[in-house]
């Protein structure tokens, strides 16, 4: 809005050092190292472990597609109480194809990117807290990766919705779902 009201005002949005996500990557070790079976197809999320991130939003819409995508397997990365989250899989009956697998090595996240089908973070706003801008949504882009994400924040900044993926309403766990199964 700051560039429609003084057209001298250029806004340059975040960035991604690109060629750090073309590096070759032993995609068949990392899998073997997480357990993420080999022919898994895997929607990733990545970030804190925090209510506001949306991973709970994520798991459900999981738990809505999995009898359909029989192969899609949800692989979660990022520091916190990783408890919550894999009770709901469980609760849900996705806990065998859901992993929380915590914090990992840099070269790690990178081929995780790499070897993921669609990208997935759903942010919300909670208590005046929400997502600033999502370098994420641009890390999965230098992997040419697609995302679901929600319209919440400065997501909308970093996603092109129909372009590099898809953006859906906060907590609209039936539209992430539609989403991811028309991405996969």
């Known amino acids: 809005w700051a560039s429609e009201l003084n057209p001298n005002v250029q806004i340059i949005h975040n960035a991604v050092e690109y060629e750090r996500f073309q590096l070759p990557f032993?995609?068949?070790?990392?899998?073997?190292?997480?357990?993420?079976?080999?022919?898994a197809r895997i929607i990733l999320g990545v970030g804190a472990l925090k209510e506001r991130k949306g991973f709970d939003i994520l798991i459900e819409a999981f738990a809505r597609i999995v009898d359909r995508e029989q192969q899609a397997h949800l692989v979660i990365v990022g520091g916190g109480d990783r408890q919550p989250l894999e009770n709901l899989a469980r609760s849900l009956g996705v806990g065998e194809q859901t992993q929380i697998l915590g914090e990992v090595s840099g070269d790690d996240l990178v081929g995780l990117y790499q070897t993921c089908e669609i990208y997935?973070?759903?942010?919300?706003?909670?208590?005046?807290s929400f997502e600033g801008y999502g370098i994420v949504y641009l890390e999965a882009g230098a992997c040419g990766k697609p995302v679901v994400a929600t319209r919440s924040g400065g997501v909308?900044?970093?996603?092109?919705?129909?372009?590099?993926?898809?953006l859906v309403d906060e907590e609209d766990v039936d539209g992430v779902a539609v989403a991811l199964i028309r991405l996969l």
């Open 120 to 128: 997935s973070h759903l942010p919300r706003n909670s208590q005046w």
């Open 156 to 166: 909308p900044d970093a996603v092109v919705d129909g372009e590099t993926g898809f």
């Open 26 to 39: 032993d995609l068949v070790g990392l899998r073997t190292k997480h357990n993420i079976p080999k022919d």
